[in-house]
Nanobody, 122 residues
Framework: VQLQASGGGLVQPGGSLRLSCAVS????????IGWFRQAPGKEREGVSC????????YYANSVKGRFTISRDTAKNTVYLQMSSLQPEDTAVYYC????????????????WGRGTLVTVSS
């Protein structure tokens, strides 16, 4: 099982980025995928997740309306489209295979991918 996050970088406030999480060793119909982030000096938090099969989504209040999670099952890839980025969105972003994605967020991490750094700064 592997998860590879990519797409991070430096962006100005108000800008956009799209993160990708390419997975292998399992299918997106079998497991939910969560996006997490960890800012310097802070705990890792669940930002968004996408449930398996039905495709239900969750967004943390801090990103609701600005971030959109989606998937391409043919490519076994999950995306996190981030817009209206602010300096407080600066963090290392991780994708993970999780057991559950519900109204409370992603739970039960089974595998972490390597993080990708997002820096929002002018």
């Amino acid at each position: 099982v592997q998860l590879q996050a990519s797409g991070g970088g430096l962006v100005q406030p108000g800008g956009s980025l799209r993160l990708s999480c390419a997975v292998s060793g399992f299918t997106l119909d079998d497991y939910a995928i969560g996006w997490f982030r960890q800012a310097p000096g802070k705990e890792r938090e669940g930002v968004s997740c996408l449930s398996r099969r039905v495709g239900n989504t969750y967004y943390a209040n801090s990103v609701k309306g600005r971030f959109t999670i989606s998937r391409d099952t043919a490519k076994n890839t999950v995306y996190l489209q981030m817009s209206s980025l602010q300096p407080e969105d600066t963090a290392v972003y991780y994708c993970a295979r999780v057991n559950v994605c519900n109204y409370g967020g992603p739970y039960g991490v089974k595998n972490w991918g390597r993080g990708t750094l997002v820096t929002v700064s002018s």
